[in-house]
């Protein structure tokens, strides 16, 4: 059973928007994408389509993010995944549009089968691949497996169903909510997650410590007296510099890695919760 409300409502055609929170398990097998196919695609048909095509890369990224924060929540830090809704769209088989008033309560025995995917897709394809992989593993008898396989089968998406809905209504939903919202400037999400030191070794979003690094080394580059950048740099992508702090903090981060040459840096840090100014030196003294 999934209970939703009403959000809003248009009962003289017959459409209407609800708001719930649906089983991931119950989504597997009955929802579908679409995407925008060019001349060359095998598939290409007559339908017309809005969106874009699911990319391999981002689920594995997005796969990895979701395996990430549920360590994280094991481990006592909070670590939310997706607080914001995938949208759906269906046609109607629960509402009386005769009294289809918005806050009333809707029952829905279960997804339809075929129910589109508007908008994060990526969401629930990677959330399904890191499902299918650890069911996998969890016949390894492998331990974090089978508590994120367990973490994962009581997880529930927070779902906007668009009813009855035609395509080029639907389409209208998928630009509002990609391309019409303001993004979050990049440099912006850089500054937001590189100004405290992590509070512990476990990472809550990807590469937090080398994004803190990173971030700390572009506040040296535009601050201090000693560095060839002081001024240059647009923190937070405004202003009259030159270099734009996200670009800089990227071209760093190449260097955080694993085999990159400030690698040590990052395992310092994570040791020691300690910044030493190993990197900071080096790169005044090669750009001065």
Not at 21 to 50: M, Q
Not at 173 to 185: E, I, L, R
Request: charged fraction near 25%; proline fraction near 3%; hydrophobic fraction near 40%.
């Amino acid at each position: 059973m999934i209970i939703t409300q009403i959000q809003q409502s248009t009962p003289n055609t017959k459409k209407a928007v609800l708001s719930g929170l649906v089983h991931f398990v119950d989504l597997i097998g009955r929802v579908r994408y679409s995407y925008k196919k060019d001349k060359d695609d095998i598939h290409t048909s007559d339908d017309i389509e809005y969106q874009r095509r699911v990319d391999d890369s981002r689920l594995n990224e997005i796969s990895r993010f979701i395996e990430q924060s549920i360590i994280c929540s094991k481990k006592g830090i909070t670590a939310p995944i997706f607080p914001t809704s995938i949208i759906l769209a269906a046609d109607n088989e629960w509402i009386n549009f005769n009294d289809a008033l918005p806050g009333k309560v809707i029952e829905m025995q279960e997804i339809p089968q075929g129910t589109l995917i508007v908008d994060g897709q990526h969401r629930f394809f990677g959330m399904q691949k890191l499902y299918n992989k650890v069911k996998e593993e969890r016949t390894l008898f492998n331990e974090i497996s089978s508590e994120i396989l367990d973490y994962l089968e009581n997880y529930y998406f927070n779902c906007t169903i668009l009813v009855n809905y035609d395509l080029w209504e639907q389409a209208q939903v998928f630009a509002s909510v990609n391309f019409n919202q303001k993004k979050v400037n990049k440099s912006l999400f850089y500054d937001i997650y590189g100004i405290n030191l992590p509070d512990n070794n476990y990472i809550t979003i990807p590469k937090q410590n080398e994004i803190y690094i990173a971030h700390q080394l572009v506040k040296h580059l535009d601050s201090s007296d000693e560095s060839p950048f002081k001024g240059f740099v647009r923190m937070l992508g405004k202003g009259k510099g030159f270099i734009s702090q996200a670009f800089l903090v990227e071209c760093f981060m190449k260097h955080l890695t694993e085999n990159g040459i400030w690698s040590d840096t990052v395992t310092i840090l994570k040791e020691t919760g300690k910044l030493n100014n190993f990197a900071a030196n080096e790169l005044t003294a090669y750009l001065a």
